[in-house]
C-alpha cells in the first residue's frame, strides 16, 4: 500500500441552495486502501461524495485526484478520469437487464471500444450471471446493490465512492460485499472511499476512517487507533 493519497480533498465547502452543509471538509484517501466516513444522520457524509464527483459545486477549496486538480471537472470527465460512483439508492435501471444495466457502465470507460469484462465481474458477483437475462427492477435488494457495484467497476476505475452499500439488505450480503471489496483493494489495488453507519460493517473493511459532524471532519485515525466505542460514540444518534 503506497502512502500516496489517490484523492486529497483540501478544505472544501458545498451548499445546497443557501444551506451550507460541508464547512472547510478535508480528508485523503490512501492508493490500495478503504477510507470510511462515517458520522450521524445529517452531518454531510452523501453531500461530500457528491460534491467529490462534482454533481454539486465546490464553492471554496479543491479536489486534487491523481495530482490533477478535478474541483471544477463535471462528473462525467472524472467518471472518465477513474472515479466511480455508487449513490445510495442504488439508481439501477429497473427495466433492462442485469446485462444491460452492466453495459451502462461503459459510458465512463476511457477506452471507448472497451466491453464489459463478464468473466471478471461473474467471478465477483457470481448471482448477476445467473440472472444475466432479468430486469433489474426484479432483483432483491442486495442483488441490487451488487449490480451497482458492479456496474460501477465496468468503467475500470481506479476509485470507488460507495454510499452505504449495505442499507437495506440482509448482512449475509453485506458480509459477500464487505470481501469483495477487500479483495478488489488487495488484488488490484483499487481504492475505495465509502460512506457507512454500520459499526460491523466498517470494521469488516476500513483501513482508515473519518468522522464528520455538522460538515466538518472531528477526528481521524485507523482502524487500529479508533477502538470499538470511540467509534460508537462518534456515530450515537
Not at 457470481?126 to 442483488?143: E, T, W
Not at 454510499?163 to 448482512?171: A, F, L, M, R, V
Request: hydrophobic fraction near 40%; aromatic fraction near 4%; charge should be positive.
Amino acid at each position: 500500500m503506497s502512502n500516496t493519497p489517490v484523492l486529497t480533498v483540501n478544505n472544501i465547502s458545498a451548499a445546497y441552495g443557501q444551506s451550507i452543509i460541508l464547512r472547510g471538509t478535508s480528508l485523503a484517501v490512501k492508493k490500495g486502501a478503504i477510507t470510511t466516513v462515517m458520522g450521524r444522520n445529517g452531518v454531510g457524509k452523501t453531500t461530500l461524495l457528491k460534491t467529490i464527483m462534482g454533481l454539486l459545486p465546490v464553492q471554496e477549496g479543491r479536489i486534487i485526484f491523481n495530482n490533477e486538480n478535478v474541483t471544477s471537472l463535471p462528473p462525467h470527465k472524472k467518471a472518465k478520469a477513474g472515479i466511480a460512483y455508487v449513490p445510495q439508492g442504488r439508481e439501477i435501471i429497473p427495466k433492462l437487464s442485469v446485462y444491460e444495466n452492466l453495459l451502462l457502465g461503459l459510458e465512463a470507460h476511457p477506452n471507448r471500444k472497451a466491453k464489459v469484462p463478464e468473466e471478471e465481474i461473474y467471478q465477483l458477483f457470481p448471482i448477476l450471471k445467473d440472472f444475466r437475462k432479468r430486469a433489474g427492477g426484479n432483483l432483491s435488494g442486495g442483488q441490487q446493490q451488487q449490480l451497482s457495484i458492479a456496474r460501477a467497476l465496468v468503467s475500470a476505475p481506479s476509485l470507488l465512492l460507495l454510499d452505504e452499500p449495505t442499507e437495506g439488505i440482509q448482512p449475509s450480503i453485506a458480509q459477500e460485499i464487505g470481501g469483495i471489496l477487500k479483495q478488489l483493494v488487495q488484488e488490484k489495488g483499487l481504492s475505495v472511499l465509502l460512506v457507512e453507519q454500520k459499526i460491523d460493517f466498517a470494521n469488516q473493511v476500513t483501513d482508515h476512517y473519518y468522522f464528520m459532524d455538522r460538515g466538518r471532519m472531528v477526528l481521524d485515525g485507523t482502524a487500529e487507533e479508533l477502538k470499538h466505542t470511540e467509534l460508537e460514540k462518534h456515530i450515537a444518534v
